[in-house]
Antibody, heavy 123, light 107 residues
Framework: EVQLLESGGGLVQPGGSLRLSCEAS????????MSWVRQAPGKGLEWVSI????????QYADSVKGRFTISRDNSKNTVYMQMNGLRAEDTAVYYC????????????????WGQGTLVTVSS | DIQMTQSPSSLSASVGDRVTITCRAS??????LAWFQQRPGKAPKSLIY???SLQSGVPSKFSGSGSGTDFTLTISSLQPEDFATYYC?????????FGGGTKVEVK
């Protein structure tokens, strides 16, 4: 059974940093692209970032470019999101999502989601 | 960026009703369109990819159609567990974008 377990969320002050983790199991992690998607309280879904199966290619939403960095450790079946320069508008539940494949376009099609971790940016 | 517009933003329906949700893309996305269901307080669940292909394990009461810029999600016979918010998403190009959601409520 595919499982994605996010962790690392919490309360942080504006300008602060946080690192989210998503540990995967139940599939061959190194052959699938992974993404982060967020949802502000009471709002819709917003794609944040994607990383290719081997970690060599990444893409970001403009709203986080230059502040967030996605990475992965295939030996640990884990994808990360380093979040710097956090702002109030980054407050959201952050989900990791598994691509349905490693290549185009399957990498961008999400077939499994984690339960999410809440990030709150407030003073 | 490709804008995804869903309509309606909410609808009221009864158990057994047939429900149709529309999603329009601001430019041609081929069939690179997915649909997700999100129940309150839960993570999204993948329903459909490539506009009309059912994800594994998703019941056949869900169906998708369309290509280019206009897409639909249909639930053939609404059940209590189907009252939720539904989102479309294009994966033709970056940034990946979602529609604003359609909340399906009990009439």
């Amino acid at each position: 059974e595919v499982q994605l377990l996010e962790s690392g969320g919490g309360l942080v002050q504006p300008g602060g940093s946080l690192r989210l983790s998503c540990e995967a199991s139940g599939f061959t992690f190194s052959t699938y692209a992974m993404s982060w998607v967020r949802q502000a309280p009471g709002k819709g879904l917003e794609w944040v970032s994607i990383i290719s199966d081997n970690g060599g290619d990444t893409q970001y939403a403009d709203s986080v470019k230059g502040r967030f960095t996605i990475s992965r450790d295939n030996s640990k079946n884990t994808v990360y999101m380093q979040m710097n320069g956090l702002r109030a508008e980054d407050t959201a539940v952050y989900y990791c999502a598994k691509g349905s494949g490693g290549g185009y376009p399957q990498s961008r099609n999400f077939d499994c989601w984690g339960q999410g971790t809440l990030v709150t940016v407030s003073s | 960026d490709i804008q995804m517009t869903q309509s309606p933003s909410s609808l009221s329906a009864s158990v057994g009703d047939r429900v149709t949700i529309t999603c329009r893309a601001s430019q041609d996305i081929g069939n690179f369109l997915a649909w997700f269901q999100q129940r309150p307080g839960k993570a999204p669940k993948s329903l459909i990819y490539a506009a009309s292909s059912l994800q594994s394990g998703v019941p056949s009461k869900f169906s998708g159609s369309g290509s280019g810029t206009d897409f639909t999600l249909t639930i053939s016979s609404l059940q209590p567990e189907d009252f939720a918010t539904y989102y479309c998403q294009q994966y033709n190009s970056f940034p990946l974008t979602f529609g604003g959601g359609t909340k399906v409520e009990v009439k």
